[in-house]
């Protein structure tokens, strides 16, 4: 019964929350608690793109692999990751991001990660959901996976068979790309 009342919850807060035509298939949890998280705590902003709307459905970044979006995705982790993972998410205050070793491992996935990134982590690694949209979060979670320079079969889920056909591990020194001219627009940077 009690997963019952937590699953519908979760539906109640994604309803709540505007989540706007996405089919809820996942549920999220604290990363620490195993608590499910309210996405009503999060303010609307993002919940309305087709990336968040996938990701609620089926729990994958549909911004991962692509180009056009790692622009916004750096922007935004700079601003708001790199003083504790360090610029190329190698690690200094936080744990590295980059490599194929998670302190919580579920952040192998992106159903994880962004459970991590929205509701926070031990230590100094508190809930994002005030600070960044959800949008920015599976930007940034793209950039993030961009950064990945471990082999491709230690990756873990996020690195599907479609990604590992065009992987290579980050070299530290290729620039971000920027996003053309028929990026979508939640990947424009200003």
Known sequence: MRGATAKAAAAVALIAAGVVGAKAAITLNNAVTGEVLNLEEAGPEGKDTEAFKTFIETGRNIYNGKADCLAKGEQT???????????????????????????????????????????????????MYGAMNVDDMLLTMAWVRHLYKDKPEDAGEWLTDELKASFKPYDGKTPTPKPGANAPETCKVE
């Open 77 to 127: 982790y700079l601003a708001m990751c790199s003083g504790c993972h360090g610029q190329k998410a190698e690690g200094k205050l936080g744990p590295g991001l980059n490599d194929s070793y998670w302190t919580y491992p579920q952040g192998a996935t992106d159903k994880g990660f962004f459970e991590i990134i929205f509701g926070g982590a031990s230590g100094q690694m508190g809930p």
